[in-house]
């Protein structure tokens, strides 16, 4: 196959098709969080009931991601895709039929398993297509799906409850899905990992650097998903807003964001990558603690800033990966990394974030949480391979 060296005509084309495939994906996998206030008053359960949601949706994607990471260079990147997608179009025409909180849950599971297979097959697909001196810019910005998801998923779902009930939105996502199917079958051609280590599984375990890596992400994960996900409820049961106004500042929050994705594109190529994941993650700690900190009136500024500020850290983050680890083990590197920030950062942290919100408040949890980001952007410093690749 050979690699596109620039960004006109059929190789931009299908870095979009890649970006809506990533919007899509990642909204349906955070479109529980700005419906959790009325799932919550609907099955009458507490905060850290209704957070729990989270842990099954950052076990899907865990087992995901993993699973993903050590078989799909094997079975083949767009084969795996399709298989998301058709799993993502089964489990939302499902969920209407869903009344019960542990259906939910289990569904909620499925539905980020499906989601997780996508990640780990898609940056090496990205890497195949497009020649190393422009991995900054179309990683960066296929990542800016994820920002624009973030932004528009509470926007839609607050648009779309006032005409349908809740479950029904899931129905909408299903049809889009199998769409992009047909789609991606036409579009994209298979790339194989041929004869990978078997070792491989073993070997990548033990660089120092994928450790460092996951607990980098963890907090990066817990900074972006974890706060996201609680934000509606810390904003409409302790803050005491109402659901529509919630909602609204937090899709808004999110709208700097996608500016600041698609500017990562145009520095990573250009600068030393642990600086910049440092300054990003000393940002993104000093703004969550003052979202803890901040009065009411000035909430949605904060949620704004912080927000700006952790979403670099994702294309940063992914860069690394695609630059520390080798071509065969890329894919499984990447799901090794982000299942585990998505089941601590992603599942845990907001969580633990609603345990908060019960026995205290969510302000405390949130305080704590972005005091412990700021000692993680050192450890960028440990990677040893961006060291001598420099």
Request: aromatic content about 16%; glycine content about 8%; charged content about 10%.
């Amino acid at each position: 196959m050979e690699r596109y060296s620039n960004f006109r005509g059929r190789a931009l084309l299908f870095l979009f098709f890649l970006w809506f495939i990533w919007f899509v994906n990642f909204s349906v996998r955070i479109v529980l969080s700005p419906l959790l206030p009325v799932i919550e008053d609907e099955f009458l359960i507490n905060h850290a009931r209704a957070s729990g949601i989270f842990i099954f949706l950052s076990a899907g994607y865990g087992a995901a991601v993993i699973t993903s990471g050590l078989f799909s260079g094997r079975f083949g990147y767009k084969k795996t895709i399709i298989f998301s997608f058709l799993l993502l179009g089964l489990a939302c025409f499902l969920i209407p039929v869903v009344h019960s909180l542990f259906l939910l849950n289990i569904f909620a599971f499925v539905l980020s398993f499906a989601v997780g297979l996508y990640l780990p097959s898609v940056i090496p697909l990205i890497t195949e297509y497009y020649c190393e001196e422009h991995w900054g810019k179309a990683i960066a910005i296929h990542d800016t799906g994820a920002s624009l998801a973030i932004f528009a998923t509470p926007l839609v779902a607050l648009f779309l409850l006032h005409f349908l009930p809740w479950r029904d939105i899931f129905v909408i996502y299903a049809f889009v899905f199998l769409l992009c199917s047909v789609i991606f079958y036409f579009a994209a051609s298979e790339v194989k990992i041929i004869n990978p280590p078997k070792a491989m599984f073993r070997d990548i375990v033990k660089i120092k650097s994928l450790w460092v890596m996951a607990l980098i992400w963890i907090f990066g994960m817990g900074a972006n998903l974890g706060i996201y996900s609680i934000i509606p409820l810390y904003m409409t049961k302790e803050l005491h807003l109402n659901i529509d106004y919630a909602n609204t500042v937090l899709g808004i929050s999110r709208l700097g964001a996608v500016a600041v994705s698609i500017a990562c594109g145009f520095v990573l190529d250009r600068f030393d990558l642990r600086k910049v994941l440092l300054v990003v993650l000393f940002l993104t700690s000093v703004f969550t603690v003052l979202l803890g900190l901040a009065p009411v009136q000035y909430t949605g500024l904060v949620l704004f800033m912080q927000s700006s500020f952790v979403i670099a850290f994702f294309p940063v983050g992914l860069v690394i990966i695609a630059k520390a680890f080798a071509r065969e083990m890329r894919s499984l590197a990447t799901g090794i990394i982000v299942a585990l920030s998505v089941v601590f950062g992603g599942g845990l942290i907001p969580y633990l974030l609603g345990v908060s919100g019960d026995l205290y408040s969510f302000r405390l949890g949130i305080t704590v949480f972005g005091v412990l980001i700021m000692p993680a952007g050192a450890l960028v410093f440990r990677l040893q391979e961006l060291r001598r690749q420099e």
